[in-house]
């Protein structure tokens, strides 16, 4: 059973995937690597990806890539989830998967940064072919909510986007 999950929680295009690449862990969850290779499999672009149904056939694949994941985690010591993780509801379905664990969270805090989130995307893009909608980024800002004490965190640490 993991006894530390480390979950990051930030808009696209504010460090999280960069940041991993900084810590030690023995296990990482994310959504994003799971599309790429659908992406990569199926000769699909990455904005497109996020347009098919939610009952798509490779929705469903996700799903399922993606709870094998969440499974076989549950074997490692430091959990990291590398995805937005931008609502409490989004966060406390990753809180019921492990029991006996200890959490910590790492946030992005891209607050009144939105516009470089924006040219950030139009960058990546131009890098590496991954984006997401303009209007569908502008959603996700809108809906991020922040870290409440609430939260069952043993420690929080923030770290602030730069240019």
């Known amino acids: 059973m993991s006894e530390l999950v480390t979950i990051l ?72 989830w590398d995805l937005t993780n931008l609502t409490k509801k989004s966060r406390s379905k990753i809180f019921k998967l492990y029991q006996d664990t200890e959490f910590n969270a790492v946030v992005f805090d891209s607050e009144g940064k939105e516009e470089l989130l924006i040219e950030r995307n139009k960058r990546r893009f131009k890098k590496s072919g991954k984006f997401i909608d303009e209007l569908v980024l502008r959603d996700m800002i809108f809906k991020y909510e922040r870290v409440v004490v609430k939260e069952p965190f043993k420690n929080i640490r923030t770290i602030i986007m730069l240019p």
């Open 9 to 80: 929680i930030g808009l696209p295009c504010s460090g999280k995937s960069t940041y991993l690449q900084t810590i030690d862990y023995d296990f990482v969850i994310s959504s994003d690597a799971v599309v790429e290779i659908i992406c990569r499999q199926h000769k699909l672009a990455y904005h497109d990806y996020f347009k098919l149904s939610p009952n798509s056939k490779l929705k469903r694949q996700h799903k399922t890539i993606f709870a094998k994941l969440v499974q076989r985690s549950k074997d490692f010591d430091h959990v990291v």
